[in-house]
């Protein structure tokens, strides 16, 4: 689909940049994008990608927002404190960009339910805090020879890499087993996941 005039005007400062264009601006409205996990990291990653204008956000992500969430997790707020993640994700990227087409999924990437969410999009984002959530996903992004942009943190620490199948190794190449010792929770800071969301932003 062609930009609109309203689209012009308010994409028009990033539309200056170069190599990016009005090409480039239509592009991302024409395409579509997963977002596994929209909490600390895959929140601000998915606001940025809303506000640059991607046509279209698949949200996945499972479980009610806590108050551990809030410190890191800008999509969430005091008053969604036991609802569904994803609700809040929803609402406020609408009203950030009422423009873009959101699909969302209410649950965590799983076995059953990665490979119609790989299907549905051109480009993966994973921001799965747990390995095994993210080498699922690998495999998939492999098999569908879609291109993941995975992205990580720990304390004041990120790890960024971006998997082009048959072009780059592959997350399972870099990491054989799940690391021993690895846990769900970890020590973490709101800006370093924010810094590395919007890296991963970048990156996509």
Known sequence: MELTDRERAIYEWQIWVNGLGETGQQKLKNSTALVTRVGGLGGPLAQSLAAA???????????????????????????QLGKPRIESCRRRLLELNPRIEIE??????????????VSGADLIFDCAPLFEERLLLNRECVRQQKPLVDAAMFEMEGQLTTIIP?????????????PPGWKREFPVIGAVSATMANLAALEG
Do not use: F, M
Request: glycine share 12%; charged share 20%.
């Open 53 to 79: 204008g991607l046509g279209k956000l698949i949200l996945a992500h499972g479980g009610n927002t806590k108050a551990s969430d809030l410190n890191r997790q800008v999509l969430q707020t005091h008053d």
């Open 104 to 117: 969302t999924c209410g649950e965590n990437v799983t076995e059953e339910n990665v490979r119609g969410l």
């Open 166 to 178: 048959g072009q780059t190794p592959c997350l399972a190449c870099l990491y054989p087993e799940v």
